[in-house]
Structures are given as structure tokens and as C-alpha cells.
């Protein structure tokens, strides 16, 4: 086996939700290409220590607050890499390009800047998803009730919801499935559907969601998104391993459907996330909207609610 570079990098995150890139300077394996700033852990750093060392060499800014995020592995001819991403949320002093390099803010969803580093795929596809999933709750609203929280949702700003009704025959479920997409559209919000992926087109969602069971039988990565429900290890080396660009991870909490259930707790949430994905990890069970920044604490994406996110 060939030996691993480790890199740390910092995606540098303003309060309207733009990101920072930066070009490879002249002399380097793809110079000219968009990257986020950062560079090798040396010998006895940790990722983080690396962080803040290349972003105070590269651009001459002091990191203050940063979380880590993604970790993905990439082959390259020059190099195989893993990187260790880090959201860096406040930082002091403005960047400067000590290495001639450009800097270009970017909207995640509609990156102008190309070409971008080939390893960094999944890491843009994650900065697009958002800090809460909501998981539909028909099975206790009610058809039209749940319909009328989703409308009150989205108007308050929700932006992607996963359609969950197990319960439902297939007729009925397509039904609804018309219903939420057309609230869907009318807020620029993005419907998954549930289970299988043959029902994206049927309905005309955004992307699908897989239970835990279908992980092992799904060969291929589902077009548009694809999110799966993981509840230990071995999941979410599966989920990886397909290349999905979220899992949900639980239970963390105790729920209401299932109060005696074995919970993860939040240390070992975060020590399943602590072996580091390539996918973003939302904190599923118990959750609350007012947990996104434990669960960011705790090496996590955001969460994933079900009752929570209806009221
Ligand atoms: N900094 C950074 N490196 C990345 C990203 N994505 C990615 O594949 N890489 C790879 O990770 C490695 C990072 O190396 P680097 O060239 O930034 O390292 P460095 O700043 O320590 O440079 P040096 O070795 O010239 O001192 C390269 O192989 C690069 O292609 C990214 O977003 N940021
Ligand atoms: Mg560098």
C-alpha cells in the first residue's frame, strides 16, 4: 500500500453562507485549480494544529472557531491523500494571498470557479445540504394536517424534507407524494422520496432516501440525492461506499415511537463520525432544531427530525 499524505483544509464560511476558495499557486501538482486552502499535516500535528498553521501561512488569518467536517480519501497519480475539511466559522483578520494565489467567494449549489480539485466532489455536494432534514409525520398529523405543517414549514424556511410513510400502500403514497411536490416547488424546497429509487422519477423528487435494510441491496448510487438511515460502523462504511452524500445516524436520543430503545448518546454519535466520512452525518432521534450546534460539536452535519420539525 502506498503511503497517505494527510491534508487539512479550511472552508471558510461567512454568515450568509458563501465559502472561500482559493486557486493552486504556479509550481504545484494542478496549479491553477480551485481548492480549499490548507496544505500536509507535518510530522506530530494533528489536523486541526495543521489547520490553523497552513491558513496562518497561506492567507495570514488566525482561525477562532472550526469544527471537523468531511474527511475524504483520493488517489491522485502524485499522491494519495486523505483530507481532513473543517467548517471555519469565525476567523480573525482578512485573507491575503501569501502564495500569489486568487481567492473567489462561492454559493454552494452554484460554484462559478473551475476547475475545482477532483477530490473535492463530495465536499461541495455537503455544503449544499442543509443543518436540519425534516422527516414527514403523516402517520400522526394526518394527510391534510401534515400537508398544512409542511406548508407553515417551508414558509418559516424549510428547505428539504424526506417523504416517510411506510404505513402507506403505493397509491396512496404517489398521491401525497404529487401533493408535497407541488408545495415543494412553490418554496425552491427539495422533496426525497422513501425507500425505493425507482420512485424519484415516478414522483419527480430531488433525490431518494434509503432505510438501513436497503443500504446492502442498493449496487449503485442512486441518481440525484441519496441519503440512507446508518446505525453503526458497518452502515456507514456502506453508505461511503456507494458515495451517498448523507446518512442519517441513530438513534441518539431516546424517541417517543421507541423510548426503550439502545441510544447512541451524543459521545458515541460522535465517536462513530470521529472515523471520519466523506458524507455528511445528521443526528437522528430525539432531536430538536435548537441541536444543530451539538450536533456540529459533535463532528456532525446537523439533524433530522420527525415530530420536531412539524411545529
Ligand atoms: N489544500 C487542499 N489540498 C487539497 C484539496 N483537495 C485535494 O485533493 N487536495 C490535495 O491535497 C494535497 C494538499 O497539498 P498542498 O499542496 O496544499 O500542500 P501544502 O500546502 O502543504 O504544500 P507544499 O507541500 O507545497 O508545502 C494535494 O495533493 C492536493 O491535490 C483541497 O481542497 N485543499
Ligand atoms: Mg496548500
Redesign the pocket.
Known sequence: MSKI?E???GILIRPDGDFL??S??E????AG????????LEAGETPYE?LVR?LR??MGIEVEAATPWLV?R?V?P??T?K?H?FLVSQWRGEPHPH?GQAFVWQTAGATTAEP?????TP?LRGLELPPTLALSNVAELGRQGWLDALEQALAGGLRWFVLREPQLARAEYLDLAAAARTLARRYGARLLVHGDPALVEEVGADGVHLPSRLLAEVKERPQGWCGASVHDAAQLAQAAELGLDYVMLGPVLPTLSHPDAPTLGWDGFARLVEQGWPLAVYALGGMRPEFVATARGHGGHGVAMLRAAWR
Open positions: 499524505t491534508v487539512a483544509a476558495l482559493g493552486r499557486p509550481g504545484k501538482p494542478y485549480w480551485w481548492e480549499f486552502p490548507g496544505g500536509k495543521a497552513e501561512e497561506e475524504q483520493f491522485y502524485h499522491a491523500v483530507l475539511f502564495e475545482i480539485l477532483p477530490a473535492n465536499i
